[in-house]
């Protein structure tokens, strides 16, 4: 049974990568139609970084005041000891030289806006929710989409000319293309996160990230200019603590909206001080906690096959410590739509596409790890030349993300108008 929602290109999944993607699509001309298989779409998640090459894309795709209106200007990352001393400070975004800045914001607040614009641009039937892709036939002249409309339980059949799998981390159509990967890798960190809203936030428009000799982790960074405009601080906060030994992770276990519990978080912070906030006070805030395994898979030699390829994390999973999951997410759309308007075999497009994306994303999932090991061990008592590595680490992590120099005189993916 085939539906009557034909589309050049189907896309699986109606996450940032998703949505970012067919906002992309349409730019250049191709008519995308997003499968999301969430009966709604609502606005999920705590906060998330855009670095300035995706805050660049966003601004080309004429985004440029609605991310304005929903992010904080990340002017520096503040690395500290659990007493609040600054060991190490490291600017981004336009205090880095970068023409554009690097955003804070609430994940779900920036789906919503990119669904929002989605409708409005391309139409109301553009994104579907409640329809689940579940896997793909190709001939050499199309992919044939089979999907479930969860509400009916009835099959659908939809024929496009590629499949974008943008359904995250644990993507059915990345085990489809790759049957052998196994479980994902964790790291042995647990991740608590919530959002208080505070009066005081020292670092200001910094990212804070501290640590201390047993190697738990807090970062913490605003996320609401609507919050600031009042005099208050929404702030977004992530409790990294090593719980266990790295290892694989039986499937089920990292589900992004798992509830956490605040007694299970405060003792690995039992003799932390900063002079500016009560921590366990901040943590109880939080209208919820969230708790994530940090995870990550190796980087794939292919993603695709034929007309179907993946993106964003269904692509390339990183550690979230990273701040640079949506942002890669952004690229690949930015970058895929170049190649599909650009090349008119779509099976090329796609093959240059992943040779673009692949190399870059895969140094950004081992930057995230190196990242997040030298961070861990930094305190200052236990590694006097923690300010050095830290450096160095930070400069790996930039290289990965794209320097300023190279972001802010590269040709554009916007690709040339049809006519
Ligand atoms: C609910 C949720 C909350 C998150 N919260 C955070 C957070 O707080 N901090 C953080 O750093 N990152 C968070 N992330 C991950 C972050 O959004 C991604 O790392 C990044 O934005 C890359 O986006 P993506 O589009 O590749 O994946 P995602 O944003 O994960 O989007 C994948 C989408 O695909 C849909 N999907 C899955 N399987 C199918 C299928 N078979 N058919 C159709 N649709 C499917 C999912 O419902 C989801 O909407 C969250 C992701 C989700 C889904």
Known sequence: MTTPHSADVVIAGGGIGGLATALSLHAAGIRPLVLESSRRISPLGVGINLQPAAVRELHELGLADELAALGVPAVAHVFADHR??????????????YR??????????????????????????????????????????????????????????????????????????????HPGQGP?????????????ETDAFPPGEALLLASDERDAQFVAYQISPAALARGRTLLNWVCAVPTGAPGPLPAGEARWNRPGRLQDVLPHYADWH????????????????????????????????????????????????????????????????????TEPDPVRALAAYEAERRGPTAAVVLANRKMDSVARARSAAKRPDARRDLERAAASHRRAAGEAAALNTRASYTPPART
């Open 184 to 196: 994902l890798r964790w790291s042995g960190v647990t991740l608590w996160r919530g959002v208080t």
């Open 100 to 177: 554009w800045p690097q955003y804070s914001v609430h994940r779900g607040d920036l789906q919503m806006m990119l669904l929002r614009t989605v409708r409005e641009r391309i139409g109301p039937e553009a994104v579907r929710t409640g329809v689940r892709v579940e896997d793909f036939t190709q001939t050499p002249d199309a992919v044939e989409v089979h999907a479930l409309d969860r509400a009916t339980d009835r099959p659908e059949r939809h024929t496009a000319g590629v499949l974008v799998a943008a359904d995250g981390i644990h993507s059915r159509l990345r085990a489809r293309l």
């Open 274 to 341: 900063f002079d500016w906030t009560d921590l366990p006070g901040l943590l109880a805030g939080a209208e919820r906690i969230l708790e994530y395994p940090m995870v990550d898979r190796d980087p794939l030699p292919s993603w695709g096959a034929g007309r179907v390829t993946l993106l964003g994390d269904a692509a390339h999973p990183a550690y979230p410590s990273g701040a640079n999951g949506g942002s890669q997410a952004v690229l690949d759309a930015r970058v895929l739509a170049h190649r599909l308007a």
């Open 84 to 97: 609040g001393t600054t060991l190490y400070s490291d600017p981004r975004g336009t205090a880095a030289g």
